[in-house]
């Protein structure tokens, strides 16, 4: 299907951003953390649990629950409720089906929420149970969990290339430095490339500040309709053109490319706007080899040649190329499923003149990515969006 013949996302508003403070363990179950981030919603559209006719989910952690069993926890009457399991693509995703269900009038006020805790031993369970697939290819050979596989990537694209470990540096110490201003980053201290470079190997050529941090928190924002965010007085931010695309490129023996690269001429058309109109981005950052993917993929550069794109912006909030403004997963932390919901959160803050952080000046356009679902070898799930500056305070 081509742009010309898909609706826009007319009349659609953005609202709310809402980010559950992260912690780097919590005794506390996702469902709890999921109902704070309901309640931060519902305390900052001013409204009450009556008004939300429409709920989209995304935790690793809810099993044995299920979003509708989340419903009666919560205490929330919903007409339209997803469940959407694509970890770093959840955000993106819930955005699409929440703005559609408001344009066909399946619900009018969707609270898209996120949330994971993070016991002491419930990353590693996560991964052990995560997907059978992975569990049957890298288990018998005593590999589990994303570093070995990242660290692949990070060597092939390297050795065929000539990024180097200095040019993912530079992304990483400047989320850093983003990170520095924005409240709810876990890491709190600035980092130099010195540091970044003589950091402890984890799986060589990844090293410790190349590899996310998992935490527990969530995230969350509201779809609504602009008539609805403007009676209510809510800032918002408006939909420009959305992507989304699974199991892209299976023929690729390394993944090299995402989803991004299939969709991208599309997106532009939907949003009436190219990559070069974008006042900030907000990649999906596991890895900085995945934020370098997702930097050509969407045609900021040409593949391949992310390094020189690098070398020639500064990334932080106040210079050129905006990227990752809060810090990103690097230096915020993952928390699980959440984690897919950071980027877009911190773009509508940005958007409605609502930073926690370092204001990008006059931003107007931002272009939010995800990426999930990291199987044996790959990432299986994609998206993005183009959103604009609506309504603001």
């Known amino acids: 299907m081509t742009s010309r013949r898909r609706a826009d996302y007319r009349g659609v508003a953005v609202a709310v951003p809402v980010t559950i403070p992260y912690v780097r363990y919590s005794t506390k179950s996702a469902h709890w953390w999921i109902a704070r981030a309901l309640a931060g919603l519902l305390e900052g559209a001013g409204i009450s649990k009556a008004d939300v006719d429409g709920v989209c989910v995304s935790g690793f952690l809810l099993f044995p629950d299920t979003a509708v ?61 995560f997907s059978q697939f992975a569990r049957d290819a890298v288990y018998p050979y005593g590999s589990g969990g994303p570093n070995a596989s990242f660290a692949f990537l990070t060597d092939y694209v390297m050795r065929t290339t000539g990024i180097t470990r200095e040019d993912y540096g530079k992304l990483c110490v400047a989320q850093r430095t983003n990170a520095l201003s924005f ?105 900085p080899v995945i934020s370098a993917m997702q930097l050509e993929d969407l045609g900021f550069c040409p593949k391949g040649e992310a390094q020189a794109f690098i070398r020639s912006h500064t990334f932080n909030n106040e210079g050129s190329f905006p990227l990752n403004t809060s810090g990103g997963q690097l230096s915020v932390g993952q928390a699980g499923a959440a984690g897919g919901y950071l980027g877009l959160v911190e773009a509508l803050r940005q958007l409605t003149g609502r930073p926690l952080g370092v204001a990008v000046p006059d931003a107007e356009h931002a272009l939010v990515s995800g990426f999930g679902m990291i199987n044996y070898d790959r990432g299986l799930c994609s998206g993005a969006a183009v959103l604009s500056r609506g309504s603001v305070a």
């Open 69 to 129: 069993g989340l419903m009666q926890h919560l205490g929330v009457t919903p007409r339209w409720l997803d469940h959407i399991p694509m970890g770093g693509n959840s955000g993106v995703v819930a955005l699409r089906r929440a703005a559609r269900a408001v344009q066909a009038g399946d619900a009018e006020v969707v609270a898209c929420l996120a949330g994971d805790t993070n016991h002491v031993d419930s990353f590693r369970q996560t991964v052990a149970s």
């Open 183 to 287: 409240p709810h980053a876990l890491f709190k201290k600035p980092l130099t490339l010195g540091e970044y470079l003589s950091a402890r190997p984890i799986a060589e050529p990844l090293h410790l500040f190349d590899c996310v941090m998992p935490c527990a928190g969530a995230e969350a924002f509201l779809v609504t309709t602009e008539e609805r965010a403007k009676s209510w007085s809510l800032p918002f931010a408006r939909i420009l053109g959305t992507i989304e695309r699974h199991n892209a490129y299976p023929e690729d023996p390394i993944q090299y490319r995402g989803g991004w690269a299939m969709d991208r001429d599309d997106l532009y058309a939907q949003a009436g706007v190219g990559p070069e109109d974008m006042d900030l981005v907000q990649v999906y950052d596991d890895y």
